[in-house]
């Protein structure tokens, strides 16, 4: 079952194709998108914040991606590969708590779902490179998170078993 982040950024994918296609008024677009989906989706400031962020970033995030897809000019790129592009490059540069492998798996997901058989490696290939260059600590980073509550806890040592009285 795909998580309600996952249903919301394929929306948002949707959107953002549909709106470069029909022009229109994205956030309608999104909420058409996204009826199919109300019952699993409770909260949709995820998806209405992702689509108002990448719209609003729109212009940095094409330079980004013509600057490290040079041999693919944006107007080239198939349009449902730009469209996941913008949504995962705009969650690796600009969102806050979603991190930015995260962003690649989920777009490169969405790829093998919506693009041709080249467009996973494709998106893979441009956003991990965006990752690196404009992240660079991400690729570093464990994300496994220690115990807040117990910065510096020590593992205790298992109990000892006791033998059977015997009778």
């Known amino acids: ?23 229109g008024e994205p956030m309608e677009i999104l909420q058409y998108n996204l009826q199919d989906h109300t019952t699993k989706l409770k909260d949709l400031s995820f998806a209405h914040g992702l ?11 094409i330079k980004v991606i013509e600057k490290e897809a040079p041999e693919w000019p944006v ?3 198939a349009p449902v590969d730009r469209a996941i592009l913008e949504v995962g490059t705009y969650e690796i540069l600009f969102s806050q708590d979603v991190p930015p492998i995260v962003a690649i798996n989920e777009a490169v997901e969405i790829a093998k779902s919506f693009g041709d058989t080249n467009s996973p ?19 570093t980073k464990n994300p496994k998170k220690e115990n807040p509550s117990k910065p510096n806890a020590q593992k205790t040592a298992p109990k000892k078993k006791q033998a059977p009285k015997k009778l």
């Open 121 to 139: 490696k494709f998106v893979n290939g441009v956003l991990s490179t965006i990752m690196h260059k404009y992240k660079k600590d991400a690729a």
């Open 75 to 77: 107007d080239k790129i």
């Open 51 to 61: 689509l108002e962020g990448a719209i609003k970033k729109k212009e940095e995030i």
């Open 1 to 23: 079952m795909a998580s309600y982040r996952h249903i919301a950024r394929i929306a948002v994918m949707q959107t953002i194709f549909a709106f470069e296609f029909r022009g």
